[in-house]
């Protein structure tokens, strides 16, 4: 089991900044992947859930949308067991939940999220 911990969401104007932390315990020998995914209420089934970054642990290869190129941008920190998102540039259409997620062996695991949201 590995559990993940969010934090650094809240209010920001457009065109400001965040920067979300997750940090992983448990069984994190095993991890090998941590990200973030992000959700809107309202969005359609089966599409609840966007990919945003994701990073390979062991080799910091990341991954990121299209949608957040260029202003987002995915760390971690292996000693910490910490997954970073800094957003900047950020715009209303940003604003949602979002969620940390680990893959560690079989397992798919998911923080409790937190909220983003980016209103002037």
């Known amino acids: 089991q590995v559990h993940l911990v969010e934090s650094g969401g809240g209010l920001v104007h457009p065109g400001g900044s965040l920067r979300l932390s997750c940090a992983a315990s448990?069984?994190?020998?095993?991890?090998?992947?941590l990200g973030w995914y992000r959700q809107t209420p309202g969005k359609e089934r089966g599409k609840e859930r966007e990919?945003?970054?994701?990073?390979?642990?062991?080799?910091?290869?990341?991954h990121r949308s299209d949608s957040v190129e260029g202003r987002f941008t995915i760390s971690r920190d292996n000693a910490k067991n910490t997954v970073y998102l800094q957003m900047n540039s950020l715009k209303p259409e940003d604003t949602a939940i979002y969620f940390c997620?680990?893959?560690?062996?079989?397992?798919?695991?998911w923080g409790q999220g937190t909220q983003v949201t980016v209103s002037s």
């Open positions: 997620n680990a893959r560690a062996g079989a397992g798919n695991y």
């Open positions: 448990g069984d994190t020998a095993n991890l090998y992947r």
């Open positions: 990919l945003v970054a994701v990073i390979t642990w062991s080799d910091g290869n990341t």
